[in-house]
């Protein structure tokens, strides 16, 4: 390989910082978001302004700790807003919008937990583009290395056919980019241009201008390859097109860096340095540390290369005055520059002095980076140097493990140049026999990757001839197309000139109808009478059809009455269960806390009621099943416990009376309460089990039961006075019900219980 895996996994993590920068969405103005919140009434609408202030606060340029924690806060807003609207999709944008800020914050688990529960609100409510962007913000929580680097493929290759889906072609283009950006750090270079490729015909179909990135990175992978005829084309490519979009940003030090990178590779140093200049240019316009340190890097490698050993070693120094951030790997790359060039300036003392300092660097990246096999790519200055100075014996343990290392990469060039070290320091002890079967390995692994750089390049050209088959496909379709919709118009004209024929021929047939009606009405004179008398008829028809259509208004009002009182109730309730949360601000008191939240549950279980009422057909009955459901899922939601306990509703398909329903779902409420209140302590996983079952005709059995870890020891259910055991028994009582709480793993609440009416349909369904 020309250029070193090292160099190229930081070329690549710098390219992803370049493009996440200049990726970022537009966002409104901070300001103006915030006048149109206080104009805002409080609907969905007011939900969607909370959480993109919230966004605007998180990709504020240069945000500060104190803008995340805004930011979390208008999520919480927005949250709160969304869930007392049952706005799905405003709940699920809060979640992802969170795990964007904890993101930026640092806490990536809390990010990912965030992440996950976007997903799994999107998945559930069938929100294609939402969860492809909830992919993608799980994805960023991952790094740009190794498994977590696979990890992130993962999550992004998860997003892209969901962006195909709903036709989002911008985002489908540039999450193709990204991939070939990781796959190009992976190294799997093949991949990542077939993959570029794609997102370059995406880009060109829309007729997106900013092609800048894509060519540049597109010059990179072949540089890869060893191509650097096309690296410099498409590198010079993607300049050109960044001076027609007036491209000043910082993506041009990239451009300018590529550039300088492929012409170096070519052995054009002269060329090479002009770019890396012009790199440096721009990273100090824009007083980018990292920048200025990598592209100072590949300047000084370009004087050494170009036999200026005197120029680089005073632009090195200059360079490490000017950079001033502490990066280990900037040393390390610093520093095996100069001992290359004290080296080649036969300055052994001075050479002596970065050795040093190159080892005790190596030595302290090894401990940060521990199993970072890759560092390994900076031994042959330490083992040409410990050659060089007969210093031999030390030669070994360095040389021992840069052969280890590079079979467990199993890279072939590092192998190759392992064995060329061998040779040289056999060579220096006088083992001439085992010096020459290490050249003879080192030529013959040459020779091998010779053969698999041509065997990569062939594959290359047979990705960009089915790239250029296909594309000459869609012409050809485009063509056909453009036939077809010819044709057709002509087909259209046809048909125009058939219809208008037979309008004609329909008009002269009319009149000829009209003129025969117009005869046989002569003839039916005689029949007046009769007809006379059933128009009398039909009046007194007509007349009896009015009363039945103002009996069916009546109905209908009354019906549509009973919906607005129902809505009305419910809403009550809703501004009831508000008062309360309006309290939390003013409490401190945990029991007090937790009293309040109770009663917002028992408020929001008569809620659901009115609620299925005025949104169902059927304005007496509810239907247990769903009611049940609702009742255990809002329950999990309120305590947090979504990811720690796993609900099991069994119920048959029942509707019942309000007046049996209302107690039945507060009873559940109060039992589901205490178990996730009390069963689980330290958020420990487990299951709560609610069953609603048919015994006999017109009677039901309801069971809640948990996995917990039960009551205390001596506790007496019949003599505890607590709330919630106290409402249990009145209702059960209300209702006529035999209530049983029994403990065996867990806590058993039975209550047998019969009903008025027979029920409409039992038939037993699980979820």
């Avoid at 049996?660 to 996983?685: C, D, H, M, W």
């Avoid at 006999?696 to 607590?722: C, H, K, W």
Wanted: glycine share 4%; with cysteine.
């Amino acid at each position: 390989m020309r250029r070193s895996v090292f160099f190229f996994l930081f070329w690549g993590l710098w390219l992803l910082c370049e493009q996440g920068a200049h990726a970022q969405a537009k966002t409104h103005s901070i300001d103006s978001l915030k006048v149109l919140l206080q104009q805002s009434r409080p609907d969905t609408n007011r939900a969607n302004l909370l959480l993109e202030l919230a966004r605007s606060f998180i990709l504020k340029p240069g945000e500060q700790a104190s803008d995340l924690d805004t930011a979390l806060l208008l999520v919480r807003q927005g949250y709160s807003v969304s869930r007392y609207l049952q706005y799905e999709k405003g709940e699920g944008n809060a979640y992802l919008i969170g795990a964007q800020a904890y993101r930026e914050s640092g806490n990536t688990q809390q990010a990912r937990r965030f992440g996950q529960t976007a997903i799994h609100r999107f998945t559930k409510n069938r929100h294609v583009a939402e969860l492809a962007a909830a992919y993608m913000e799980l994805g960023n929580t991952y790094g740009s290395y190794d498994e977590e680097l696979k990890q992130r493929i993962t999550y992004y290759e998860r997003a892209l056919p969901l962006f195909q889906q709903v036709g989002n072609q911008e985002r489908e283009a540039t999450t193709l980019r990204e991939l070939a950006d990781f796959y190009h750090i992976l190294l799997n270079t093949t991949k990542a241009i077939e993959l570029l490729k794609k997102s370059l015909a995406i880009y060109k179909q829309i007729n997106y201008p900013n092609l800048q990135g894509v060519y540049d990175l597109l010059g990179v992978l072949y540089n890869t390859t060893g191509d650097f005829r096309m690296a410099t084309k498409y590198g010079l490519l993607a300049l050109k097109t960044a001076e027609q979009q007036n491209d000043t940003t910082l993506q041009l030090c990239t451009i300018y860096n590529r550039i300088g990178i492929n012409y170096d590779d070519a052995h054009d140093h002269k060329q090479a340095i002009q770019y890396f200049l012009r790199s440096l240019a721009v990273a100090r316009q824009y007083n980018d540390l990292p920048s200025i340190g990598l592209v100072g890097a590949n300047l000084g490698t370009s004087y050494f290369k170009s036999g200026q050993y005197d120029l680089a070693i005073a632009f090195l120094l200059k360079l490490k005055k000017e950079y001033t951030a502490p990066d280990l790997y900037f040393n390390i790359r610093v520093n095996s520059l100069f001992l290359k060039i004290y080296q080649s300036k036969n300055q052994y003392k001075q050479a002596q002095y970065h050795y040093n300092q190159l080892i005790d660097q190596v030595a302290q990246f090894k401990k940060a980076y521990p199993g970072y096999l890759s560092i390994i790519l900076v031994y042959p200055p330490l083992i040409d140097f410990l050659i060089n100075t007969h210093q031999l014996e030390q030669v070994k343990p360095l040389l021992k493990e840069h052969v280890e290392n590079a079979e467990q990469m199993e890279n072939k060039s590092i192998i190759a140049t392992s064995h060329l070290m061998q040779f040289r320091l056999d060579s220096a002890q006088g083992h001439y026999l085992t010096a020459i079967n290490h050249f003879k390995t080192y030529k013959s692994l040459q020779d091998s990757l010779y053969s698999e750089n041509k065997n990569k390049e062939i594959a290359r050209l047979n990705v960009e001839f089915q790239t250029e088959k296909r594309e000459q496909q869609l012409d050809l379709n485009r063509k056909n197309i453009q036939l077809l919709t010819s044709a057709n118009l002509a087909q259209k004209s046809r048909n125009e000139i058939e219809r208008n024929s037979m309008v004609g021929g329909a008009v002269l047939l009319t009149l000829l109808l009209g003129l025969t009606y117009n005869r046989y009405r002569l003839k039916q004179r005689t029949n007046q009478q009769l007809e006379t008398k059933q128009r009398l008829i039909d009046q007194k028809n007509q007349s009896l059809q009015e009363v039945l259509s103002d009996k069916e208004r009546l109905l209908e009002e009354r019906e549509w009455m009973l919906r607005e009182i129902h809505h009305r109730v419910k809403n009550n309730l809703q501004v009831i269960s508000s008062m309360l949360n309006s309290q939390f601000d003013f409490l401190n008191d945990p029991t007090a806390l937790a009293a309040i939240r109770e009663s917002q549950n028992r408020v929001q279980v008569m809620a659901l009621i009115h609620q299925k009422l005025y949104q169902s057909d059927n304005l007496a009955q509810i239907n247990m099943r769903e009611y049940i459901h609702e009742i255990v899922d809002y329950l999990i939601e309120s305590f947090d416990r979504f990811n720690t306990i796993h609900p099991q509703v069994m119920s048959v398909d029942v509707q019942f009376d309000v007046a049996l329903a209302t107690p039945l779902g507060l009873i559940i409420n109060e039992a589901v309460t205490n178990s996730l209140k009390y069963a689980f302590p330290q958020n420990r996983p487990g299951t709560v089990i609610v069953t609603l079952t048919s015994v006999e005709e017109q009677t039901y059995r309801l069971m809640i039961s948990d996995d917990g870890v039960g009551l205390p020891a001596g506790f007496d259910v019949t003599r505890s006075n607590s709330l919630g055991l106290t409402m249990i028994r009145g209702l059960s009582k209300q209702i006529k019900g035999q209530l049983e709480i029994t403990q065996e793993n867990g806590v058993e609440i039975s209550l047998l219980f019969s009903v008025a009416k027979k029920p409409v349909r039992t038939v037993l369904q699980t979820s």
